[in-house]
């Protein structure tokens, strides 16, 4: 069974600093990962992927991420935050193709983005 | 707008009480999902159509029926609301040739059972 595991349920930055939030995954098979930005009540906006092209994910708004199978991680970072990055994220791990349940997204806990002026 | 929508934004209804939650992606995609986000923002997957046919069906009670007209409608029955439903749920669709993995979610239902 595929899972990802979130390592902070709350992470607090200031503005112009930088931004990491970690993921662990544990998959069977080579995995498609997501990160996914839901800001308060609003839906979720798919931030970036990854699907066994280059590890170095770029997503929107400046974010990206960075595939490490030795590590089994893929963990989310941005040089620099602003305040508009304050969100929940959600990092996901996506079911292989070939089986029944292909298309299941499994999502982390969910990590709690607070930004400081 | 080309989007993934849903009807209505926020539903609040008694307990024992029927009903339903509409939604609607004119994106041209097969596949379409229904998620619940539970009270501490855990998303689940429920169920998952392609071309109007069930592909998953996760352990979710039977009072939830899902109902698909068409591949760009998905919607979502519940009969006898208990407490215990109030969540937010979200519906969501992915593209043809894409394996199902990249999905883009709609705004999200509130649901409140009192």
């Known amino acids: 069974a595929q899972s990802v595991t979130q390592l902070d349920s709350h992470v607090s930055v200031s503005e112009g600093t930088p931004v990491l939030l970690r993921c662990n995954y544990s998959?069977?098979?080579?995995?498609?990962l997501f990160w996914y930005v839901q800001h308060p009540n609003k839906g979720l906006q798919l931030l970036l992927k990854?699907?066994?092209?280059?590890?170095l994910v770029k997503g929107i708004n400046g974010f990206e991420a960075e595939f490490k199978k030795s590590e089994t991680s893929f963990h989310l970072t941005k040089p620099s935050a602003h305040m508009s990055d304050a969100a929940e994220y959600f990092c996901?791990?996506?079911?292989?193709?070939?089986?029944?349940?292909?298309?299941?997204?499994?999502f982390g806990q969910g990590t709690i983005l607070t930004v400081h002026p | 707008d080309t989007a993934v929508s849903q009807t209505p934004k926020y539903l609040v209804t008694q307990m024992g009480n029927d009903k339903s939650i509409k939604c609607e992606q004119n994106l041209g995609h097969d596949t379409m999902y229904w998620y619940k986000q539970d009270s501490k923002k855990f998303l689940k997957i429920m169920f998952s159509?392609?071309?109007?046919?069930?592909?998953i069906n996760e352990t979710v009670p039977n009072r939830f029926s899902p109902k698909s007209p068409d591949k760009a409608h998905l919607n979502l029955h519940i009969n006898s609301l208990e407490l215990g439903d109030s969540a937010v749920y979200f519906c969501a669709s992915s593209p043809p040739g894409q394996g199902g993995d990249t999905q883009y979610f709609g705004p999200g239902t509130r649901l409140t059972v009192l």
């Open positions: 998959s069977s098979y080579s995995p498609s």
């Open positions: 159509y392609n071309n109007k046919e069930l592909i």
């Open positions: 996901v791990v996506s079911d292989p193709p070939g089986g029944t349940s292909y298309g299941k997204l499994t």
């Open positions: 990854y699907t066994s092209a280059a590890t």
